[in-house]
């Protein structure tokens, strides 16, 4: 979404002051050397832990051999159990569950309070992306585009849009790479820009026109693009079907700054080939093809992908392995009949955001956050949504 009068919005995080070069640099050096401190302290704490062991074992053995007295077994303390009310961080996430609610980004267990109410917001494994502006923002404006990594706040570029339509900029699902829209205020076409997260810093500039005027995926070492208004499909064929049999798709390697041109079908057979690639039928087609926005509808406890009509659900499965994709959520735990995957936290766990919607809308309003393993299918309840409260999250903005 994006975002409407953005008269008072910020052209700069409220941390980036004077210099933008010489402070983005002073903010850069900074994350490195709390990433240092945080390695650091990590390993002192388990230097600590095996020395606390090492004389734990010494003081158990040197007790046996004084004293033959009953070992007193401590009471164990109850590990407390998360209520629904709270986000529980998974530490083995590569993705913490990430959203927002007004000016505060929830990032894992950390908030962080940026200022202004947050339009869009995407994670990649360093951070958060995102763009934020005054509430009622409606116009189709151009906007900073700023990221944090949970300890500060940096501009990273400008993109143009507003809540209500799209700011352009996407993140590889596994991994560093963004990627955004840069249009100039000229009206003319712009650039790409293919931006690293682990290192803060801009990779290259793509031409627009070399490009194509869409994106498609976005991957570490690969991003690909085509232009939407080439590709002719029947009425019947879905997009990614006529992308995959009937198109041309710019590729950029990321590594060489090359782009060069390569089929649908290649396009297709790579994206299939990595992880966090999600498959099905659509419109009655006889293969199937990729869904990078999944809406889930209930059935019960079941989850069954929303195939645009009611009884048109359908099995989803995964592309690198061909292992069918059945979730359950824990009976009761949610009215909503819609669920909407929108973020993945690994390789095998998702977060589904639920929420209520006749028109197929996946604009987030309230809702219940589960997260999912996808190899065993179990869901659990996250995060319990309050009535009235307007949720921006991953993939639904």
Not at 28 to 54: D, E, K, P, S
Not at 293 to 299: E, K, M, P, S, T
């Amino acid at each position: 979404m994006n975002g409407a009068d953005l008269r008072s919005l910020a052209a700069r995080a409220s941390t980036v002051e004077g210099r933008p070069a010489e402070r983005l640099a002073e903010v850069h050096a900074r994350i490195r050397a709390a990433r240092r401190r945080r390695t650091a302290a990590a390993t002192a704490g388990a230097g600590a832990l095996v020395l606390a062991l090492l004389l734990g074992v010494s003081m158990l053995t040197g007790s046996a051999d004084r004293s033959q007295e009953p070992v007193q077994t401590p009471t164990p303390t109850p590990t407390p159990t998360p209520t629904p009310t709270s986000v529980v961080d998974n530490p083995d996430s590569v993705r913490p569950l990430t959203y927002a609610v007004g000016a505060t980004i929830h990032y894992g267990e950390q908030t962080i309070d940026v200022g202004d109410f947050v339009h869009f917001l995407d994670v990649t494994d360093n951070g958060v992306v995102f763009v934020s502006g005054r509430p009622k923002w409606r116009q189709h404006e151009q906007a900073a585009l700023r990221f944090t990594d949970g300890s500060t706040v940096v501009q990273i570029g400008t993109v143009t849009g507003s809540p209500s339509t799209s700011f352009g900029v996407v993140s590889s699902v596994a991994g560093s790479i963004l990627v955004w829209d840069e249009d100039p205020s000229d009206g003319d076409r712009g650039d790409y820009v293919v931006f690293d997260t682990e290192e803060m810093r801009v990779l290259s500039r793509v031409p627009q026109s070399a490009a194509g005027d869409q994106v498609l995926s976005v991957h570490d070492d690969a991003v690909y693009w085509v232009y939407r208004n080439e590709v002719v499909c029947e009425e019947v064929v879905s997009f990614p079907a006529c992308v995959r049999d009937r198109t041309v798709v710019q590729r950029y390697d990321v590594a060489t700054g090359a782009l060069t041109q390569v089929s649908g079908a290649s396009y297709d057979r790579d994206r299939r080939s990595r992880p966090r690639t999600i498959v099905g039928p659509l419109y009655g087609e006889s293969d199937t093809v990729i869904h990078d926005n999944l809406v889930f509808i209930r059935h019960g406890r079941q989850l069954l992908a929303d195939g645009g009509e009611p009884g048109a659900e359908y099995d989803v499965k995964l592309a690198r392995t061909g292992a069918r994709i059945r979730l359950r959520i824990p009976l009761g735990s949610t009215d909503a009949q819609r669920i909407a995957l929108a973020q993945w936290l690994d390789d095998d766990r998702v977060v589904l955001f639920a929420y209520e919607g006749d028109g197929g809308s996946e604009i987030p309003d309230e809702g219940d956050f589960f997260s999912c393993d996808i190899s065993s299918g179990y869901c659990r309840l996250e995060m319990r949504g309050e009535p009235g409260i307007g949720y921006q999250v991953p993939t639904l903005d």
